[in-house]
């Protein structure tokens, strides 16, 4: 029996990145969603929440929370102000000038 190769999504990631100019565009021009995603879930983990709990916390479902960490949804101000208040953050929205470094 031959033993199966695995890779990882992350090594298929840096190789696309470094050569191909459309896939580090098209990634690129994701990055403020990307980023505004990895915070929700980072202020969900600080707060030792689940999503069912932290869903509960702003009286609304888990699914609804799962939507918004998977990017299908974006949230508003006032969601984000929810969410802030619900696992403990205080909400701070900053424009940045382009090409500043992150």
Do not use: V, W
Not at 37 to 58: D, G, P, V
């Amino acid at each position: 029996m031959s033993k199966i190769k695995t890779i990882k999504a992350s090594d298929i990631h840096a190789k696309d990145y470094a050569s191909d100019p459309a896939y580090r565009k098209a990634y690129d021009d994701l990055e403020e969603e990307y980023a505004l995603i990895n915070a929700l879930i980072e202020a969900r983990s600080r707060a030792n929440l689940s999503q069912a709990q932290l869903a509960e916390r702003m009286n609304t479902t888990q699914t609804a929370i799962a939507r918004l960490e998977s990017g299908n949804t974006m949230p508003s101000t006032r969601t984000l102000r929810k969410i802030a208040k619900a696992t403990g953050h205080r909400l701070k929205i900053i424009f940045e000038p382009e090409g500043s470094p992150a």
